[in-house]
């Protein structure tokens, strides 16, 4: 299933101008929802012997280039990996740093996102996070909260199977309280009370420096979602690349567990 992706002819960039790769991508149909697991901030900082956070920084630049690049090429749903529950274990040096890149990610960026019409959610456990990073929060989705374009989720804080049990949680407590019988939990009850709602659930997973696992991400959501794993590190990756996996998806058979007709 965790395929390592060949490049396709389609993507190399030495054939192909920017121009032509973003028409190659709107010349078919669009999809709706691609999730993101950023890997690799760390090798790519280590590789040039500088702090990890300086791979953070460079992989803050790659957030902005994919989210222009998924608003153009008419991506509905765009839902990034940016910090996840176990994150909070690395060094308080690096989730301060962070912390701190959060912030000065959404003073440079959120009236750059506002004017182009997109709209920022975080979903996580944002209680736990420092109040410096909690304000910047309310501010990147107070500022952005009219935006009718790409619909970018940033999970934050974010553990798949903490959000199954607390959704567990939810239904169960309704059942005691004698609101809910359990024969009517269903699928659609279930991911309601997930904290991605009512959004549609991935058609595509990227994820970077070749690593081939789901780390807790959308666990549930993920479900039928194609997956596309690049050797790219995360501070490296462009609009290009995007492009290059909306096109290698489109090569996808999709059977959702059926049968060809
Ligand atoms: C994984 O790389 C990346 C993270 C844990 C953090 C992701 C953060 C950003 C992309 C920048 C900030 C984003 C926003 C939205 C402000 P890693 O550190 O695990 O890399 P490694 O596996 O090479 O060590």
Known sequence: MFQQSRMPEHMSQDRLSKTATLDAVKAGPTLTHVAIIMDGNGRWAGQRDLPRWEGHRAGMVAVREVIEGAASAGIAHLTLYAFSEENWSRSPVEVAALMTLLEEYVKKEREKLADRGIRVTVFGDIDRLPAGARG?????????????????????????????????????????????????????????????????????????????????????????????????????????????????????DRRFGLVDA
């Open 136 to 252: 910047a929060i309310d501010q990147l989705e107070n500022t952005t909260a009219e935006g009718e374009g790409l619909q970018v989720h940033l999970a934050i804080s974010y553990g798949s199977k903490s959000e199954i049990v607390a959704a567990a949680r939810t239904l169960a407590k309704k059942c005691q309280a004698g609101e809910l019988a359990p024969e009517d939990i269903t699928q659609e009850l279930f991911a309601g009370e997930l904290l991605t709602g009512d959004w549609p659930d991935p058609d595509l997973l990227i994820r970077t420096s070749g690593e081939q696992r789901i780390s807790n991400f959308l666990l549930w959501q993920l479900a039928y979602a194609e997956i596309f794993v690049t050797d790219t590190l995360w501070p490296d990756f462009t609009r290009e690349h995007l492009f290059g996996a909306l096109l290698d998806y489109r090569n996808r």
